[in-house]
């Protein structure tokens, strides 16, 4: 039965991922704490291998698209790998409910930022240095190691908002990145006992299938629409996920 609801959590959050461009464990993470009542670092390693997959799966559309900037994506990821393990390690020196409630806030903050609040003609793509690629690969990193989300959270929002990117092509390269980014996270947080892999093998099943129809929606949808709907959807998450965690850390 676990396998089976892990399963369900997996399509979810791959769906999620493939349309939303994060990695899809703002769903996974919530998602088996609220089902299988784990501790809270078990819920953010537990999702770090499952990005992997489900990052390569998306990401494949969205390659046949093209729409990933290699650039942005290689060099991101260059200093993302090696900041998730910082990020991965920081885990051992905080409390898990404040880190998930800390995940939650800063979601809602990129997600309001995304909101296409001025209307007018479309603004030109900033062709960003490698020094401001690497300082978003390493911030994204850290977060993927330090809340387990892969870092899509960061790379969307900034992608769209500071680098402009269209919302397509931000998704495709933030799936690149976060799939490279989540491997030396996730072998951090195996060796620190984070993972409960009876949960991710259930979490496999169902991410690769969900990435797959999540990614074939979004790239069938037109920019704007995409723009306001992954911005709603993860407005939504985090609340959810936020006032979850605070309830249990006041219980």
Not at 57 to 78: C, F, K
Not at 123 to 137: K, R
Not at 181 to 189: K, L
Request: net charge positive.
């Amino acid at each position: 039965m676990r396998t089976i609801v892990a399963a369900f959590i997996g399509l979810g959050s791959g769906i999620a991922s493939g349309a939303l461009g994060i990695g899809g464990a703002l769903l996974s993470t919530p998602g088996i704490r609220w089902a299988f009542h784990v501790k809270p670092l078990i819920a953010v390693g537990t999702t770090l291998p499952v990005i992997i997959p489900t990052g390569l799966t998306g990401g494949y559309t969205y390659v046949r698209e093209q729409l990933v900037d290699v650039r942005t994506a290689s060099i991101a990821a260059s200093a993302g790998c090696v900041f998730a393990i910082a990020g991965a390690y920081t885990t051992k020196f905080v409390n898990g409910e404040a880190l998930l409630i800390a995940t939650a806030v800063l979601i809602l903050i990129l997600s309001i930022r995304m909101l296409p609040w001025k209307t007018g003609a479309h603004t030109p793509h900033v062709e960003a240095s490698v020094t401001v690629l690497l300082l978003i690969g390493a911030v994204s990193g850290f977060v993927s190691g330090l809340l387990g989300v892969g870092g899509g959270v960061i790379l969307v929002p900034v992608l769209t908002v500071l680098l402009r990117f269209p919302v397509k092509k931000a998704l495709g390269t933030s799936l690149a990145v976060v799939a490279a980014q989540a491997i030396p996270g996730t072998i951090t947080h195996a060796l620190l006992g984070h993972i409960d892999w009876a949960i991710a093998a259930g979490l496999f099943i169902g991410v690769v299938p969900g990435a797959r129809i999540g990614s074939r929606l979004a790239v069938a949808t037109k920019d704007e629409r995409l723009r306001v709907i992954v911005a709603v959807a993860m407005a939504a998450l985090a609340i959810a996920f936020g006032g979850g965690e605070i309830r249990s850390l006041l219980r």
